[in-house]
Protein backbone atom coordinates (compact mmCIF):
# COMPACT_ATOMS: atom_id res chain seq x y z
CA UNK A 1 0.00 0.00 0.00
CA UNK A 2 1.18 3.30 -0.71
CA UNK A 3 0.53 6.50 1.48
CA UNK A 4 -1.42 8.99 0.11
CA UNK A 5 0.49 12.46 -1.29
CA UNK A 6 -0.95 15.31 0.71
CA UNK A 7 -0.49 18.86 -0.68
CA UNK A 8 2.20 20.82 1.31
CA UNK A 9 0.48 24.15 3.01
CA UNK A 10 1.42 26.92 2.10
CA UNK A 11 0.76 29.01 5.01
CA UNK A 12 4.28 30.50 6.80
CA UNK A 13 6.23 29.26 3.85
CA UNK A 14 10.17 30.19 3.68
CA UNK A 15 11.03 33.02 1.16
CA UNK A 16 13.26 30.57 -0.34
CA UNK A 17 12.97 26.68 -0.62
CA UNK A 18 15.99 24.16 -1.79
CA UNK A 19 15.25 23.47 -5.42
CA UNK A 20 14.16 19.87 -4.66
CA UNK A 21 11.43 20.56 -2.17
CA UNK A 22 10.45 24.08 -3.47
CA UNK A 23 7.33 22.96 -6.13
CA UNK A 24 7.20 19.24 -4.85
CA UNK A 25 4.25 17.77 -2.68
CA UNK A 26 5.25 16.33 0.71
CA UNK A 27 4.31 12.91 1.36
CA UNK A 28 3.95 11.10 4.25
CA UNK A 29 6.82 8.64 5.43
CA UNK A 30 6.53 5.33 5.35
CA UNK A 31 7.37 3.79 8.79
CA UNK A 32 9.22 1.12 9.52
CA UNK A 33 5.73 -1.02 10.74
CA UNK A 34 4.12 0.13 7.20
CA UNK A 35 7.12 -1.46 5.76
CA UNK A 36 7.40 -4.78 7.78
CA UNK A 37 4.10 -4.90 6.71
CA UNK A 38 4.28 -4.61 2.87
CA UNK A 39 7.31 -7.06 3.40
CA UNK A 40 5.09 -9.55 5.38
CA UNK A 41 2.38 -9.39 2.51
CA UNK A 42 4.68 -10.24 -0.47
CA UNK A 43 6.88 -12.78 1.26
CA UNK A 44 3.74 -14.33 2.55
CA UNK A 45 1.89 -14.31 -1.22
CA UNK A 46 5.10 -15.54 -3.09
CA UNK A 47 5.49 -18.25 -0.98
CA UNK A 48 1.80 -19.48 -0.47
CA UNK A 49 1.46 -18.96 -4.47
CA UNK A 50 5.02 -20.45 -5.14
CA UNK A 51 6.15 -17.91 -7.29
CA UNK A 52 9.75 -16.96 -7.48
CA UNK A 53 11.17 -14.26 -6.57
CA UNK A 54 12.68 -12.17 -9.56
CA UNK A 55 16.55 -11.89 -8.74
CA UNK A 56 16.53 -8.82 -10.50
CA UNK A 57 14.37 -7.02 -8.44
CA UNK A 58 15.56 -8.51 -4.97
CA UNK A 59 17.49 -4.78 -3.77
CA UNK A 60 13.89 -3.06 -4.17
CA UNK A 61 12.41 -5.21 -1.62
CA UNK A 62 15.18 -6.31 1.21
CA UNK A 63 14.45 -9.16 3.75
CA UNK A 64 12.00 -10.61 1.63
CA UNK A 65 14.02 -13.57 1.02
CA UNK A 66 14.89 -14.05 4.79
CA UNK A 67 11.00 -13.69 5.51
CA UNK A 68 10.17 -16.12 2.54
CA UNK A 69 12.49 -18.73 4.59
CA UNK A 70 10.50 -18.40 7.84
CA UNK A 71 6.77 -19.40 8.00
CA UNK A 72 6.04 -16.76 5.34
CA UNK A 73 2.07 -17.95 4.95
CA UNK A 74 1.61 -17.25 8.79
CA UNK A 75 3.04 -13.72 8.45
CA UNK A 76 0.49 -13.44 5.29
CA UNK A 77 -2.44 -14.78 7.76
CA UNK A 78 -1.67 -12.47 10.51
CA UNK A 79 -1.60 -9.15 8.51
CA UNK A 80 -4.85 -10.72 6.72
CA UNK A 81 -6.67 -10.82 10.40
CA UNK A 82 -5.30 -7.43 10.84
CA UNK A 83 -7.36 -6.22 8.51
CA UNK A 84 -10.17 -7.41 9.83
CA UNK A 85 -9.74 -6.36 13.55
CA UNK A 86 -8.80 -2.62 12.56
CA UNK A 87 -12.22 -2.27 10.88
CA UNK A 88 -13.91 -4.04 14.22
CA UNK A 89 -11.83 -1.78 16.52
CA UNK A 90 -14.77 0.40 17.61
CA UNK A 91 -16.79 -2.02 18.99
CA UNK A 92 -15.56 -5.13 21.20
CA UNK A 93 -18.84 -6.62 20.72
CA UNK A 94 -17.77 -7.01 16.50
CA UNK A 95 -15.09 -9.21 17.77
CA UNK A 96 -16.94 -11.11 20.21
CA UNK A 97 -19.76 -11.45 17.23
CA UNK A 98 -16.95 -12.44 14.84
CA UNK A 99 -15.04 -15.31 17.13
CA UNK A 100 -18.48 -16.69 17.91
CA UNK A 101 -20.60 -16.62 15.00
CA UNK A 102 -19.23 -15.88 12.00
CA UNK A 103 -15.78 -18.56 13.00
CA UNK A 104 -18.10 -20.43 15.65
CA UNK A 105 -21.54 -21.98 15.37
CA UNK A 106 -23.14 -19.36 18.02
CA UNK A 107 -26.27 -18.08 16.48
CA UNK A 108 -26.66 -14.50 16.57
CA UNK A 109 -30.08 -15.01 18.57
CA UNK A 110 -27.93 -17.09 20.53
CA UNK A 111 -25.51 -14.22 21.36
CA UNK A 112 -27.84 -11.65 21.87
CA UNK A 113 -29.50 -13.71 24.93
CA UNK A 114 -26.08 -14.26 26.24
CA UNK A 115 -25.05 -10.96 26.09
CA UNK A 116 -28.98 -9.17 27.01
CA UNK A 117 -28.43 -7.29 23.42
CA UNK A 118 -31.59 -6.64 21.61
CA UNK A 119 -31.92 -8.11 18.17
CA UNK A 120 -32.25 -4.94 16.52
CA UNK A 121 -28.92 -4.10 17.84
CA UNK A 122 -27.56 -7.68 16.87
CA UNK A 123 -28.47 -7.53 13.35
CA UNK A 124 -27.09 -3.61 12.94
CA UNK A 125 -23.77 -4.92 14.38
CA UNK A 126 -24.01 -7.59 11.62
CA UNK A 127 -24.73 -5.45 9.05
CA UNK A 128 -21.57 -3.61 10.05
CA UNK A 129 -19.76 -6.62 10.29
CA UNK A 130 -20.51 -7.50 6.59
CA UNK A 131 -20.30 -4.12 5.62
CA UNK A 132 -16.67 -4.29 6.86
CA UNK A 133 -15.77 -7.18 5.34
CA UNK A 134 -16.70 -6.65 2.32
CA UNK A 135 -14.83 -3.05 2.58
CA UNK A 136 -11.73 -3.38 4.53
CA UNK A 137 -10.27 -6.79 3.70
CA UNK A 138 -9.04 -6.75 0.23
CA UNK A 139 -6.49 -8.77 1.16
CA UNK A 140 -8.08 -11.68 3.10
CA UNK A 141 -10.64 -11.96 0.51
CA UNK A 142 -7.50 -12.41 -2.22
CA UNK A 143 -6.37 -15.16 0.11
CA UNK A 144 -9.60 -16.88 0.51
CA UNK A 145 -9.94 -16.71 -3.39
CA UNK A 146 -6.60 -18.35 -3.60
CA UNK A 147 -7.03 -20.83 -0.93
CA UNK A 148 -10.78 -21.84 -2.83
CA UNK A 149 -8.55 -22.39 -6.01
CA UNK A 150 -6.31 -24.04 -4.48
CA UNK A 151 -8.29 -26.78 -3.13
CA UNK A 152 -11.97 -27.35 -4.27
CA UNK A 153 -13.93 -28.88 -5.37
CA UNK A 154 -13.05 -30.83 -2.89
CA UNK A 155 -9.97 -31.98 -0.62
CA UNK A 156 -9.29 -33.70 2.47
CA UNK A 157 -8.90 -31.71 5.37
CA UNK A 158 -5.78 -33.49 6.29
CA UNK A 159 -4.07 -33.00 3.14
CA UNK A 160 -5.02 -29.31 3.96
CA UNK A 161 -3.86 -29.11 6.75
CA UNK A 162 -0.20 -31.10 5.36
CA UNK A 163 0.24 -28.64 2.89
CA UNK A 164 -0.41 -25.32 4.88
CA UNK A 165 -0.17 -26.32 8.48
CA UNK A 166 -0.84 -22.18 9.33
CA UNK A 167 -4.40 -23.09 8.36
CA UNK A 168 -4.52 -24.48 12.09
CA UNK A 169 -3.02 -21.77 13.88
CA UNK A 170 -4.50 -19.61 15.98
CA UNK A 171 -6.01 -16.37 13.83
CA UNK A 172 -5.65 -13.81 17.06
CA UNK A 173 -7.12 -11.55 18.03
CA UNK A 174 -10.29 -13.59 16.86
CA UNK A 175 -10.98 -17.33 19.03
CA UNK A 176 -10.85 -19.50 16.08
CA UNK A 177 -8.04 -20.74 13.25
CA UNK A 178 -6.84 -19.02 9.90
CA UNK A 179 -9.08 -21.83 8.32
CA UNK A 180 -11.93 -20.38 10.08
CA UNK A 181 -11.32 -17.48 9.50
CA UNK A 182 -11.12 -17.89 5.61
CA UNK A 183 -14.00 -19.70 5.80
CA UNK A 184 -16.07 -16.48 6.38
CA UNK A 185 -15.59 -15.65 2.84
CA UNK A 186 -18.26 -18.62 2.14
CA UNK A 187 -15.61 -19.95 -0.28
CA UNK A 188 -16.21 -23.28 1.02
CA UNK A 189 -18.08 -25.96 3.45
CA UNK A 190 -15.69 -28.29 5.66
CA UNK A 191 -16.22 -30.92 8.34
CA UNK A 192 -13.51 -32.96 10.21
CA UNK A 193 -12.84 -34.89 7.09
CA UNK A 194 -13.30 -32.83 4.42
CA UNK A 195 -13.19 -29.51 2.56
CA UNK A 196 -15.53 -28.58 -0.67
CA UNK A 197 -17.08 -26.40 -2.23
CA UNK A 198 -20.77 -25.37 -1.40
CA UNK A 199 -23.46 -27.22 -2.51
CA UNK A 200 -21.10 -29.88 -3.67
CA UNK A 201 -22.81 -32.85 -2.76
CA UNK A 202 -26.02 -31.69 -4.72
CA UNK A 203 -23.42 -31.33 -8.01
CA UNK A 204 -22.49 -35.03 -7.11
CA UNK A 205 -26.47 -35.97 -6.77
CA UNK A 206 -27.27 -34.11 -10.59
CA UNK A 207 -23.95 -35.37 -11.86
CA UNK A 208 -24.74 -39.36 -11.30
CA UNK A 209 -28.34 -38.62 -12.18
CA UNK A 210 -26.97 -37.43 -15.65
CA UNK A 211 -24.13 -39.99 -15.89
CA UNK A 212 -26.26 -43.29 -14.28
CA UNK A 213 -27.04 -46.76 -16.96
CA UNK A 214 -30.19 -48.06 -16.78
CA UNK A 215 -29.68 -50.06 -13.48
CA UNK A 216 -28.66 -46.43 -11.87
CA UNK A 217 -24.86 -47.30 -11.37
CA UNK A 218 -22.32 -44.45 -13.20
CA UNK A 219 -18.68 -44.48 -13.53
CA UNK A 220 -17.09 -42.85 -10.89
CA UNK A 221 -14.41 -41.37 -13.18
CA UNK A 222 -17.03 -39.74 -15.65
CA UNK A 223 -17.96 -38.18 -12.47
CA UNK A 224 -14.76 -36.93 -11.20
CA UNK A 225 -14.09 -35.49 -14.82
CA UNK A 226 -17.65 -33.84 -14.91
CA UNK A 227 -17.12 -32.28 -11.58
CA UNK A 228 -13.80 -31.45 -12.12
CA UNK A 229 -11.98 -32.96 -9.26
CA UNK A 230 -9.49 -36.07 -8.94
CA UNK A 231 -11.26 -39.97 -9.28
CA UNK A 232 -9.82 -41.64 -6.24
CA UNK A 233 -10.73 -38.86 -4.12
CA UNK A 234 -14.35 -38.65 -4.93
CA UNK A 235 -14.44 -42.20 -5.08
CA UNK A 236 -13.02 -41.59 -1.29
CA UNK A 237 -15.90 -39.23 -0.28
CA UNK A 238 -18.27 -41.26 -2.30
CA UNK A 239 -17.98 -44.22 0.26
CA UNK A 240 -18.68 -42.24 3.54
CA UNK A 241 -21.56 -40.93 1.87
CA UNK A 242 -24.95 -41.92 2.90
CA UNK A 243 -26.93 -43.24 -0.22
CA UNK A 244 -23.97 -44.30 -2.10
CA UNK A 245 -22.51 -47.40 -2.50
CA UNK A 246 -19.54 -47.93 -4.74
CA UNK A 247 -19.04 -51.36 -5.84
CA UNK A 248 -16.73 -53.84 -6.16
CA UNK A 249 -15.08 -53.23 -9.23
CA UNK A 250 -14.32 -49.67 -7.84
CA UNK A 251 -15.08 -48.27 -10.69
CA UNK A 252 -19.06 -47.82 -10.78
CA UNK A 253 -21.04 -46.22 -7.98
CA UNK A 254 -24.81 -46.42 -7.37
Sequence with gaps: EQPQDQPASPADAPDEQPASTASSPATEPVTESDTDR???????????????????VRGLAPGVEKRMAGDAIAGLFARCVEELAAACADDPMKMTMISMHYMGDTTLEELGELYNISQKRIQQLDAEIRHDVVGTTALSTDVAHHLAARFLPLSTTASVNAQLPALAMDAEPFTGTYEHYFRMWGLWDTDETWIAAPGFANAVDAALAELADEHNAALISAAAESLGTDRDLLAEWMSQRNGLVVLSDDAHVL
Design 38 to 56: ELDILAGWLTLTGTEFPRG
